[in-house]
T-cell receptor, first 114, second 111 residues
Framework: KAGVTQTPRYLIKTRGQQVTLSCSPI?????VSWYQQTPGQGLQFLFE???????NKGNFPGRFSGRQFSNSRSEMNVSTLELGDSALYLC?????????????FGPGTRLTVL | GQQVMQIPQYQHVQEGEDFTTYCNSS?????IQWYKQRPGGHPVFLIQ?????EVKKQKRLTFQFGEAKKNSSLHITATQTTDVGTYFC???????????FGTGTRLQVTL
């Protein structure tokens, strides 16, 4: 079974631009979660989508948004980029999205904002 | 909101020494998961604990879930250089499906 894939792997943007990141979960998985990882803040939860609906949301500004398609693929968008948005963005999928399900992480997208 | 803290933040050991990381939640957890992230990699699931007082072993790794389900620990016996990485706990409260990750403990092992 193929793992979680994320594209692109690396991205460089400038302040004020917007960016869209993509995540393809493991086949059959319906839940996709997004995390931001930085050296200072650790792993911070952004949001979770399950069957095309946002189920949980972290404490991030409205510039961060996401969506999930009917094939469970998910995209995350960040508008009006700030320097502090530079981070590793990780996507994780799990089967039914229940509290005991294992999360499988993708390799991440390294975003650099200049 | 729920907070999950881990101590220590960083530990440097010599190969063969033992290592322990502790995870403490501000609220009672339904279950707790542990992940390992190698340098430059992504978090990889290690184990899940669900029951109060539960203890699970994976070769040299021993995981414990506290009686009050608010804390957990990971103990590695006789560390090896392959154990290098950051260890995260992640907890779930109530029936929610959201995982809250701990702050992580970075382990460095030298010969």
């Amino acid at each position: 079974k193929a793992g979680v894939t994320q594209t692109p792997r690396y991205l460089i943007k400038t302040r004020g631009q917007q960016v869209t990141l993509s995540c393809s979960p493991i086949s059959g998985h319906r839940s996709v979660s997004w995390y931001q990882q930085t050296p200072g803040q650790g792993l911070q939860f952004l949001f979770e989508y399950f069957s095309e609906t946002q189920r949980n949301k972290g404490n991030f500004p409205g510039r961060f948004s996401g969506r999930q398609f009917s094939n469970s693929r998910s995209e995350m968008n960040v508008s009006t980029l700030e320097l502090g948005d530079s981070a590793l963005y990780l996507c994780a999928s799990r089967g039914g999205g229940t509290r005991t399900d294992t999360q499988y992480f993708g390799p991440g997208t390294r975003l650099t904002v200049l | 909101g729920q907070q999950v803290m881990q101590i220590p933040q960083y530990q440097h050991v010599q190969e063969g020494e033992d290592f322990t990381t502790y995870c403490n939640s501000s609220t009672t957890l339904s279950n707790i998961q542990w992940y390992k992230q190698r340098p430059g990699g992504h978090p990889v699931f290690l184990i899940q604990l669900v029951k109060s007082g539960e203890v699970k072993k994976q070769k040299r790794l021993t995981f414990q879930f506290g009686e009050a389900k608010k804390n957990s620990s990971l103990h590695i016996t006789a560390t090896q250089t392959t154990d290098v990485g950051t260890y995260f706990c992640a907890g779930v409260t109530g029936t929610a499906s959201k995982l809250t990750f701990g702050t992580g403990t970075r382990l460095q092992v030298t010969l």
